[in-house]
């Protein structure tokens, strides 16, 4: 079980952010959305609440789990640039991004979300497959 929870510890925090932004404030809790508003300068306090909550979450793993989390990234810069840009790309293009669809859109029932999860999981899908063909 220890093996699993921190991820359980993760996803349960994940829900009760999201759910307490829509109950509380209304407002859906996707990150391209608030990191864009917050760009923009609006609602500056709730959204860069929210940002500094995200960027805090490695703190509060430390705190409660007693050591960092455990990162391991093997692409180079390149390919985590043009993936970070192909993300960005993807979120405005489908009217946000996974957290917002996948979080809240899914528990509302919205067609719109199933659709845009389904795109995002076949999307992910067919990047890995191909970049293990390549021996990326």
Known sequence: MNTYLPSLVGGMLIGLSAAMLLLLNGRIAGISGIVGHLAQGVGMTTNLAFVLGLLLGPIAYLLVF????????????????????LVGFGSR?????????????????????????????????VAVAVLRSLGI
């Open 66 to 85: 007693g050591d960092w989390p455990v990162v391991e990234i093997t692409a180079g810069w390149p390919l985590i640039i043009v993936a970070g840009l």
């Open 93 to 125: 293009m489908g009217s946000g991004c996974t957290s917002g669809h996948g979080v809240l859109g899914l528990a509302r029932l919205s067609p719109r979300s199933m659709v845009a999860v389904a795109t995002f999981l076949t999307a992910g899908m």
